[in-house]
C-alpha cells in the first residue's frame, strides 16, 4: 500500500507541475510575412483617423511616467523598444487604450531571433472598448511608415499570431502578410528586479 501511495503522489506532482508550468508554457503559432510598401498602400486604401481625442505616442523611459496602462506590463514594451519600438494610442488622461511592440532584424523579440526580416512586429492590442474602431490598423500603418531601416535588405517584416486568433489573422492578410509556417515552443517569462527575462525551448528565427 505505502509504494501505491508514493505513486500516486509521484503521479499527482507530475501533472501539477505539468498544468502550472508547462501546459500554460506551450505557444502555437503561425508566422506571416509582408513587404512593407505593399503594407503600406493597402492599409492606406482602409486607413480611418484615430476617434476624437485620441493620439499617437512614441514610449521611452523618460515619459513612461505620464501613461497608465492597464491593458499590458509598460516595462515589457520598455523591454523590446530598446532594440525596437514602442508605441501608444492614448486619451486625454493619458490612459493607454492600444499599444505596439516590435524590434529589428539581428536583435531578439519575445520568442524569436529576428534573421529573416528587418522588423518584427511582437504585439498589439487594443482595449476592449475600443476596439472595432480602427486602431489597431493605424497602429500598424503608422508603424511601419516611421521604421527606421539603418541596415535595410528587403524592407520584410514579420509576426507571429496564434492560429486561433482569426481576427488579428484576417487583419493581416487583409494588409498584404503572407502565412509562412507555423512554430510549437516553450515559452517561460520571470520578471525579477523589475526585468524580464525569457526562457524558450526551441529559439526559431523568424
Given at each position: 500500500?505505502?509504494?501505491?501511495?508514493?505513486?500516486?503522489e509521484?503521479?499527482?506532482?507530475?501533472?501539477?507541475?505539468?498544468?502550472k508550468y508547462?501546459?500554460?508554457?506551450?505557444?502555437?503559432?503561425?508566422?506571416?510575412?509582408?513587404?512593407?510598401?505593399?503594407?503600406l498602400?493597402?492599409?492606406?486604401?482602409k486607413?480611418?483617423p484615430l476617434?476624437?481625442?485620441?493620439?499617437?505616442?512614441?514610449?521611452?523611459?523618460?515619459?513612461?511616467?505620464?501613461?497608465?496602462?492597464?491593458?499590458?506590463?509598460?516595462?515589457?514594451?520598455?523591454?523590446?523598444?530598446v532594440?525596437?519600438?514602442?508605441?501608444?494610442?492614448?486619451d486625454?488622461?493619458?490612459?493607454?487604450?492600444?499599444?505596439?511592440?516590435?524590434?529589428?532584424?539581428?536583435?531578439?523579440s519575445?520568442f524569436?531571433n529576428?534573421?529573416?526580416?528587418?522588423?518584427?512586429?511582437?504585439?498589439i492590442?487594443?482595449?476592449?472598448r475600443?476596439?472595432?474602431?480602427?486602431?489597431?490598423?493605424?497602429l500598424?500603418y503608422?508603424?511601419?511608415?516611421?521604421?527606421?531601416?539603418?541596415?535595410?535588405?528587403n524592407?520584410?517584416l514579420?509576426t507571429?499570431?496564434?492560429p486561433?486568433?482569426?481576427?488579428?489573422?484576417?487583419?493581416h492578410?487583409?494588409?498584404?502578410?503572407?502565412?509562412?509556417?507555423?512554430?510549437?515552443?516553450?515559452?517561460?517569462r520571470?520578471?525579477k528586479?523589475?526585468?524580464?527575462?525569457?526562457t524558450?525551448?526551441?529559439?526559431?528565427?523568424?
Amino acid at each position: 500500500m505505502k509504494i501505491v501511495s508514493i505513486l500516486k503522489e509521484i503521479k499527482h506532482r507530475i501533472h501539477y507541475y505539468y498544468v502550472k508550468y508547462v501546459k500554460h508554457a506551450i505557444h502555437n503559432y503561425y508566422v506571416f510575412y509582408a513587404d512593407s510598401t505593399e503594407l503600406l498602400e493597402k492599409a492606406q486604401e482602409k486607413l480611418c483617423p484615430l476617434p476624437e481625442g485620441l493620439r499617437l505616442v512614441k514610449l521611452t523611459h523618460e515619459n513612461k511616467h505620464l501613461y497608465k496602462c492597464t491593458i499590458d506590463d509598460m516595462d515589457k514594451m520598455l523591454y523590446f523598444s530598446v532594440d525596437g519600438e514602442s508605441w501608444l494610442v492614448v486619451d486625454d488622461d493619458n490612459n493607454v487604450v492600444a499599444f505596439h511592440y516590435g524590434t529589428y532584424r539581428g536583435t531578439r523579440s519575445m520568442f524569436y531571433n529576428v534573421k529573416n526580416c528587418d522588423f518584427e512586429h511582437v504585439s498589439i492590442q487594443v482595449d476592449k472598448r475600443y476596439q472595432r474602431k480602427g486602431i489597431a490598423l493605424y497602429l500598424l500603418y503608422h508603424i511601419v511608415k516611421n521604421l527606421k531601416y539603418d541596415d535595410v535588405k528587403n524592407k520584410r517584416l514579420g509576426t507571429c499570431i496564434k492560429p486561433t486568433n482569426i481576427k488579428s489573422i484576417k487583419l493581416h492578410e487583409l494588409i498584404g502578410f503572407k502565412k509562412s509556417h507555423r512554430v510549437i515552443l516553450i515559452h517561460i517569462r520571470r520578471k525579477k528586479d523589475g526585468r524580464y527575462t525569457f526562457t524558450n525551448i526551441p529559439r526559431y528565427n523568424i
